[in-house]
């Protein structure tokens, strides 16, 4: 969405507001797409002492899986993003990220807002902070309680159990 500055361009202290949605649902994050509804972009352009700066947000309910457990969860995702505008970058070889050009009075607000989005998507996404996740043995949803399999113990620590349970024979 190519969105016109035009009007504020020589007015600093004005501003005008955007909104716009993007189809990101052919996005793949891990494996598939979990962005199944539109993002919703809101945002401004303000004139700050004649320097414009974007200032917006990227927002949808992401359709995803459990990392751990498996479960189908919905989430809120929002994703902030700012950049100041220019009409000419003057380190155009360094590639600032941080600068949006314009062109012809206008600026690729929805470029902007997709790559915001894209950078900020969590690779992991969990059901709920502390979900235990499936036994590694049988697959049962440890959440629901634990399913009785023994732990496979490592090595080095079966060694420094055993080192414990000797200081404790001693006492
Ligand atoms: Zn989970
Ligand atoms: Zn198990």
Same mark, same amino acid.
């Given at each position: 969405?190519?969105?016109?500055?035009?009007?504020?361009?020589?007015?600093?202290?004005?501003?005008?507001?955007?909104?716009?949605?993007?189809?990101?649902?052919?996005?793949?994050?891990?494996?598939?797409?979990?962005?199944?509804?539109?993002?919703?972009?809101?945002?401004?352009?303000?004139?700050?002492?004649?320097?414009?700066?974007?200032?917006?947000?990227?927002?949808?309910?992401?359709?995803?899986?459990?990392?751990?457990? $498996?479960?189908?969860?919905?989430? *809120?995702?929002?994703? +902030?993003?700012?950049?100041? @505008? #220019?009409?000419? &970058?003057?380190?155009?070889?360094?590639?600032?990220?941080?600068?949006?050009?314009?062109?012809?009075?206008?600026?690729?607000?929805?470029?902007?807002?997709?790559?915001?989005?894209?950078?900020?998507?969590?690779?992991?996404?969990?059901?709920?902070?502390?979900?235990?996740?499936?036994?590694?043995?049988?697959?049962?949803?440890?959440?629901? $309680?634990?399913?009785?399999?023994? *732990?496979?113990?490592? +090595?080095?620590?079966?060694? @420094? #159990?055993?080192? &414990?349970?000797?200081?404790?024979?001693?006492?």
């Amino acid at each position: 969405m190519l969105l016109s500055v035009r009007e504020i361009i020589n007015t600093p202290g004005k501003k005008i507001s955007f909104q716009f949605s993007m189809d990101l649902s052919c996005v793949e994050f891990g494996g598939y797409c979990p962005v199944a509804e539109p993002v919703v972009v809101t945002g401004t352009v303000r004139n700050m002492a004649g320097v414009l700066v974007m200032q917006g947000t990227a927002e949808t309910m992401l359709h995803a899986f459990c990392d751990r457990c $498996g479960k189908p969860l919905v989430c *809120k995702k929002s994703v +902030p993003f700012e950049h100041l @505008l #220019a009409q000419e &970058l003057e380190n155009a070889d360094k590639g600032d990220d941080e600068i949006l050009l314009i062109e012809n009075g206008e600026v690729d607000a929805e470029d902007a807002a997709r790559t915001a989005f894209i950078l900020g998507m969590d690779t992991k996404l969990l059901c709920s902070e502390d979900c235990k996740g499936l036994c590694p043995i049988c697959g049962a949803d440890l959440n629901m $309680g634990p399913c009785g399999c023994k *732990k496979e113990t490592d +090595p080095r620590l079966a060694v @420094l #159990a055993k080192l &414990l349970q000797r200081d404790e024979d001693k006492d």
